[in-house]
């Protein structure tokens, strides 16, 4: 069974950090894209990074950019998000999602706006003074 559990979320200052964890069971990382979202009250979900089933193939939202860093364990099978310089509007539910893609894909832009097939149930992120 294919199933995501995201995990780290929590309350932090403003320029503070977080590192978000998504532990992946049922399947490898060699065929899947895994990518992160956000979604805060009210707004729509919003693609934040997506790591390919290429090692080196990673990609960032603008909003993010130079911020949040993705990482993989693959011997553990755990997807990371590291947050630093958070601020205010980074507040949301995060979460994981999985695809299976095939074998050395990239991702990019067209990887945050394609549906995927597996989510995690989220994990909140309170970004205040």
């Known amino acids: 069974q294919v199933q995501l559990v995201e995990s780290g979320g929590g309350l932090v200052q403003p320029g503070g950090s977080l590192r978000l964890s998504c532990a992946a069971s049922?399947?490898?990382?060699?065929?899947?894209?895994i990518g992160w979202f956000r979604q805060a009250p009210g707004k729509e979900r919003e693609g934040v990074s997506c790591i390919g089933s290429s090692e080196g193939s990673r990609y960032y939202a603008d909003s993010v950019e130079g911020r949040f860093t993705i990482s993989r364990d693959i011997a553990n099978n755990t997807v990371y998000l590291q947050m630093d310089s958070l601020k205010p509007e980074d507040t949301a539910v995060y979460y994981c999602a999985a695809n299976w893609v095939g074998e050395g894909r990239y991702c990019g832009s067209h990887s945050l706006i394609m549906p995927y097939t597996y989510w995690g149930q989220g994990t909140q992120v309170t970004v205040s003074s």
């Open positions: 049922g399947f490898t990382f060699d065929y899947y894209t």
